[in-house]
């Protein structure tokens, strides 16, 4: 039986999966999370990361496709630049970066 530190990446690994085939293989996306503990967002970070490698994820909405990891709530505070592609469940979201026009 898994122990509870290998269960967790395999569990973000499962939350990603439907997440993978909308995004580039290799690369950099940008990534929004919701606001918290700071030891729950950064682990709610690096196991997005983790989940999407070899993709770059970075902790940024400067880029053209963002990632949006919203576990424990709804992304209430997603910025003004950003606009929802598509919804993955689970606290998955697909954003993209608006025309700066």
Do not use: C, W
């Amino acid at each position: 039986m898994k122990n509870l530190a290998q269960q967790i990446p395999s569990r973000s690994d499962q939350r990603f999966a439907p997440l993978k085939g909308a995004l580039p293989t290799h690369g950099a996306v940008g990534y929004v999370g919701e606001a918290g503990a700071p030891v729950d967002v950064l682990s709610d970070y690096y196991l997005t990361q983790y989940a999407l490698a070899p993709l770059v994820v970075e902790n940024s909405t400067n880029h053209p496709l963002v990632i949006g990891n919203f576990p424990r709530s709804k992304p209430s505070q997603v910025p003004d630049n950003l606009t929802m592609i598509r919804d993955f469940g689970n606290g998955v979201f697909l954003f993209a970066l608006k025309d700066s026009k």
